[in-house]
């Protein structure tokens, strides 16, 4: 079975370096990374977010209706030639009422310069049958403070199709008080594992988590 192993937001050397030193001085070096890959999942499920770099999410949404000034009637709109060509496909098969937008589940909750996407591929499995995979020209987007993904005028995306996304992201950078929850949550993992009882080192583990908790509240799902 593969490992999980992302980048963590916050290093074996972050922690043993500071005030948490003492904790982790008779760590080996693998197992103080694989601490800092829970925490790093710890802060994940926290939230609800994929916060640290990620390669290749998958996501499956279904496409809803669109906002009445959206609909593709006027015809004298100027589109480019592949805007064209779609609406017109769209008119033959009598859909009228195509859909332009798709959100991301995952995204920045604060801080979005220190976020990047890449590699963002999008097929569409149409409700009225075949599939298409939609070029990156005709997609405006990601957004990276909404994940907002905007089709371009004319992309034949009638409601109810299936539209399948894969796609990098994360925090390139991550966000300072990020950092200082994993690593909250690294100290009082590692408490778990020496000192349960929380005698030995001056540390509490409780504190510790609710200190973690209280960073992350304000990057959880709303």
């Known amino acids: 079975m593969a490992a999980d192993s992302p980048v963590p937001l916050a290093t074996s050397a972050d922690l043993a370096s500071g005030q948490f030193a003492d904790l982790v001085r008779d760590y080996a070096p693998d197992a103080l990374d694989r601490i800092m890959i829970e925490a790093t999942r710890q802060c994940e499920g926290i939230t609800g977010r994929r916060l640290a770099p ?4 998958p996501e499956s949404h279904r496409a809803q209706g669109i906002d ?3 609909y593709t009637e006027a015809a004298g709109l100027p589109m480019d030639i592949q805007g064209t060509l ?3 496909y769209a ?3 009598g859909s009228g009422d195509q859909v332009r937008h798709v959100w991301l ?4 909750p604060r801080y979005p310069e220190m976020w990047t996407y890449a590699n963002l591929r999008v097929a569409i499995l149409r409700s009225y049958g075949g599939s298409q995979t939609v ?3 005709s997609l405006i987007g990601a957004e990276v403070d909404s994940g907002h993904v905007w089709f371009s005028l004319g992309t034949f995306l009638p409601v109810g199709s299936l539209i399948r996304i894969t796609y990098d992201g994360g925090y390139s950078t991550v966000p300072a008080d990020l950092a200082r929850a994993s690593k909250l949550l690294a100290a009082s993992l590692v408490l778990g594992e020496i000192d349960p009882a929380g005698t030995q080192f001056g540390h509490d583990r409780g504190v510790l ?6 960073i992350l509240c304000n990057y959880q799902r709303t």
């Open 54 to 57: 990620f390669t290749g999410v």
């Open 68 to 70: 009445p000034d959206e």
């Open 86 to 88: 779609g609406r017109s």
């Open 91 to 93: 008119d033959a098969l």
């Open 105 to 108: 589940n995952e995204f920045a």
């Open 135 to 137: 070029n990156a020209a």
């Open 209 to 214: 988590t609710a200190q973690a908790e209280a």
